[in-house]
């Protein structure tokens, strides 16, 4: 098992991708911090996750907590260390996508964005870092970022922005972490079919030019990030730091 006796901080675990990381990550052997927002939704679906995870042995805990509060980093810290004692991996996972045209973009929902996405993760990378530094052992740290770090939406003029500084802070964080044994990485998804773009993802041609777009010819699944997380999470990643790893079925390549 890749993860054996480790805990590991999933922000965004309650659905979607995050849910299948941590769901990995406990079959890697970790305990694991189920991250989600707070919402009667998010918690019912973090409690379904706990007793899967417990069907087959695992530990699992949930906090419901605002990623845009930039208190919760250290609210998922000290519940890590009240239930398990330890935090070796964090995963930063937790976003929004509210698809938006950029002319008439509502500042309330360009701030919740980048509060979301980017405020809240740097504050919880921080309180990660922190820990880790004082338990003295590393640590991994990788954020979910995406493919939109390296091309853009027009209707994601605000998203786009968040997810280049998540894979920025990766790097910086690389150089600041590297002395106290701390790997920061960033994971770069391509499109995954999940709840945030299921509305998007409806108009059937809109749906149709992403699947063109990949080379191996269909959306991704959650599934479909769980292993490179946890490759990166893990000690066979242990020389791998500052880099970015773009899990997107061929999308970013496929130019003609
Ligand atoms: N799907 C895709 O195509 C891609 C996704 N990504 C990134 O992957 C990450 C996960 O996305 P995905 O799984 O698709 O999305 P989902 O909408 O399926 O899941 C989002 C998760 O984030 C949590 N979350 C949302 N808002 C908050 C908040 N304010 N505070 C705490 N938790 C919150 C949700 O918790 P709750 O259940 O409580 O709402 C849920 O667990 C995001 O950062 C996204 O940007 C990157 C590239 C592509
Ligand atoms: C929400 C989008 O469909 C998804 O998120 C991203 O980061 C990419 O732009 C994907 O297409």
Do not use: W
Request: charged fraction near 15%.
């Amino acid at each position: 098992m890749l993860l054996a006796d480790k805990t590991v901080i999933v922000t965004g675990a309650s659905r979607g991708i995050g849910r299948a990381v941590a769901l990995e990550c406990a079959h890697q052997g970790a305990r694991v911090v189920i991250g989600h927002s707070g919402s009667a939704q998010g918690r019912t679906a973090a409690f379904s996750l706990m007793e899967e995870i417990s069907g087959f042995g695992g530990h699992g805990i949930e906090v419901g907590s605002d990623a845009a509060d930039l208190d919760t980093g250290g609210r998922l810290v000290a519940a890590a260390l009240d239930a398990f004692g330890s935090v070796d991996v964090f995963v930063n996972n937790a976003g929004i996508c509210p698809f938006h045209s950029f002319l008439d973009m509502p500042r309330e929902t360009y701030l919740r964005t980048v509060d979301t996405n980017l405020n809240g993760a740097y504050f919880a990378v921080q309180a990660a870092a922190n820990q880790m530094k004082k338990q003295g052992n590393g640590g991994a740290i990788i954020a979910v970022s995406s493919i939109s770090a390296l091309v853009g939406g027009g209707m994601q003029t605000h998203y786009t922005p968040t997810k280049a500084g998540l894979h920025s802070l990766m790097q910086s964080c690389a150089i600041a972490l590297g002395p106290y044994g701390i790997r920061c990485n960033t994971v770069l998804p391509g499109t995954i079919a999940t709840d945030i773009n299921q509305e998007d993802l409806a108009d059937e041609e809109k749906r149709a030019y992403m699947i063109r777009r990949t080379t191996l010819g269909r959306l991704g699944a959650p599934e479909d990030i769980a292993g490179p997380v946890v490759f990166l999470a893990s000690d066979m990643a242990r020389y791998v730091t500052g880099a970015a790893l773009l899990v997107d079925g061929g999308m970013f390549v496929n130019l003609q």
